[in-house]
């Protein structure tokens, strides 16, 4: 009967058990990575559905939809849930919305009178 060196005894002892940790090190790294991308996902799609609602909300006839849409994109603008790559969409939204009655104010000159309407839920609880 032949017997294993003893360098192969200790490579078989040691190596087995740190070959399985690291798998099992590689294996989470990887999990984590594909929670991480499907989260990156998940939030693009909740604020694509967000900014979508909230757009057909301020292009809306009636005032108090119109606002409540204008104020929903700019929440939106301010989520965290918005990634760096859709603040330009949302903004883009915003701008082309507010487009029409900024050119309206122009066109009617000098002698308009513009009255700023406080959205801010926080300052009507405090008054």
């Known amino acids: 009967m032949t017997t294993l060196p003893t ?10 058990p740190l070959f399985a940790f690291l ?3 590689i294996g989470h790294w990887l999990t984590r990575r ?3 991308e499907l989260d990156v996902w998940r939030r693009r ?3 694509m559905r967000m900014l979508r609602w909230a757009s057909e909300q301020a292009t ?3 005032d108090a939809k119109a606002r409540m849409g204008v104020a929903a994109l700019a929440a939106l603008s301010d989520s965290e849930l918005l990634q ?10 915003l701008d082309s919305i507010l487009e029409e009655p900024i ?7 000098e002698d308009v009178e513009v ?13």
């Open 7 to 16: 360098w192969a005894v200790y490579a078989v002892s040691f190596g087995t």
């Open 23 to 25: 798998g099992v090190l």
């Open 34 to 36: 594909g929670a991480t």
């Open 45 to 47: 799609e909740e604020t």
């Open 60 to 62: 809306s006839d009636e």
């Open 84 to 93: 760096e790559p859709d603040q330009a969409l949302v903004d883009a939204v």
């Open 103 to 109: 050119e309206e104010i122009e066109a009617l000159g």
């Open 115 to 127: 009255v700023e309407v406080d959205t801010d839920i926080e300052d009507w609880e405090s008054d």
